[in-house]
């Protein structure tokens, strides 16, 4: 039932800025961490930014200094990206990790949206 809707994507130019959106509109989760990864044909999906609950934050090598990942109630996910470059154009995806269990025999769900295309022209 988990339910991530993405938002915020788009053209823009080089240099340029776009906020991504992402919410679970489909359950009653508090996700315990939160991201966004992005890939481009003929690549591997890989992260872009994390956030855990506890606020530790993770950045992917080309986009540290430049996107700040930020989490609202465990629920949403926001990925502001400032000074786009065109090496940034690809589909975001949003993540979601949810723990559950005892700690003896943890156990995690992950949860991906269904993707929102960002292009930066040069």
């Known amino acids: 039932q988990v339910d991530l809707v993405e938002s915020g994507g788009g053209l823009v130019q080089t240099g340029g800025s776009l906020r991504l959106s992402c919410r679970d509109s489909g359950s009653r989760f508090r996700f315990d961490a939160m991201g966004w990864y992005r890939q481009t044909p003929g690549a591997q999906r890989e992260l872009v930014a994390s956030?855990?609950?506890?606020?530790?934050t993770t950045y992917g090598d080309s986009v540290k200094g430049r996107f700040t990942v930020s989490m609202n109630g465990r629920k949403a996910v926001y990925l502001q990206m400032n000074n786009l470059k065109p090496e940034d154009t690809a589909v975001y995806y949003c993540?979601?990790?949810?723990?559950?269990?005892?700690?003896?025999?943890?156990?995690?769900?992950?949860?991906w949206g269904q993707g929102t295309q960002v292009t930066v022209s040069s």
């Open positions: 956030i855990t609950s506890d606020g530790t």
């Open positions: 993540n979601a990790l949810f723990s559950y269990g005892p700690i003896e025999a943890p156990q995690s769900h992950t949860y």
